[in-house]
């Protein structure tokens, strides 16, 4: 299965409605402001084993690190992130706070493909 619009994944988010995930991807917007693919891997850190299905929609980096092969200090704040979340307690908001930084990942990774 190939996630093809950002509405699809948002349909797969709502489903899994996970509030780790929320904190870790609320923990990474915290500690790497700018870094908006590891965020959006911090929202689908749970859905890992699932991670080829997004390779298209996010690329290949999100995939990367979901399937834990990115630079070493990519993963270890992904890793210290989804453990930190598994704790930490404060509002992480709600999944729509992450439909803008989805389709700005996907939008740039769309762009992307289009050069290649």
């Known amino acids: 299965m190939e996630l093809r619009s ?14 780790h995930a ?22 689908l850190l749970g859905l890992g084993p699932a ?15 979901l399937r834990r092969h990115g630079p070493t200090t990519d993963d270890d704040l992904l890793r210290l992130a989804g453990e930190d979340g598994l704790t930490a307690r404060f509002d992480a908001g709600v999944l729509e706070d992450w439909r803008a930084v989805l389709e700005l990942v996907a939008a740039h990774n769309s762009r992307l493909e289009s050069v290649d």
């Open 22 to 43: 929320l904190r870790t991807a609320a923990l990474l917007r915290r500690s790497r402001p700018a870094d908006k693919e590891l965020q959006v891997a911090g929202l």
């Open 6 to 19: 950002v509405d699809e994944l948002m349909d797969l988010l709502h489903a899994c409605g996970s509030e």
């Open 51 to 65: 991670a080829e299905a997004f390779r298209g929609l996010l690329g290949d980096r999100v995939h990367r690190l």
